[in-house]
């Protein structure tokens, strides 16, 4: 089993999408993130953990699931990175292979060293291109190899039936 752990703020830092987001509207740079992570989640069939700063968001730790990604705001006076590290002990094992996903070097010399693999912001930013492409490209096969009617009509009796459909004579 691949788990992917994303420093949040560290990814909406580093992407430029995210970043103009953020300086409108950290909220939405956030939930674009959890969006973007759940499309990875689902292309790659990967466990997703975002974890979160808590001094951006004060109070007590929290977690949640939003689009099926695991969503961790830490603990007051914890940041992500010593969150990160505690999650790649917790989760390690033979049968897991951790990849953490930030562009803080001394975080992923740490993470590194526990055996996870790490992937820098603009790497995870490359394969999320990738994968959108990928969807992009499936979802226009689909359109074209999905048939309009399941009978076949001529142009003339299907500007018909539209007509009836909305109710127009």
Known sequence: MDILLVDGYNIIGAWMELRKLRD???????DRLIELMAEYKAYTGWR???VFDAHLVPGIEKKNRTFDVEVVFTRENETADERI????IELSNRLVQLHVATSDFTEQRVIFAQGALRKSARELEIEMEDIETRISKKVQEI???KPISKIPLT???AEIFE?????MK
């Open 24 to 30: 409108e509207k950290l909220l939405d740079a956030r």
């Open 48 to 50: 997703v953990i975002v």
């Open 85 to 88: 590290e505690k999650l790649t």
């Open 143 to 145: 359109k074209v190899s």
């Open 155 to 157: 142009p003339e009796i």
């Open 163 to 167: 007509k009836w459909r909305r109710g």
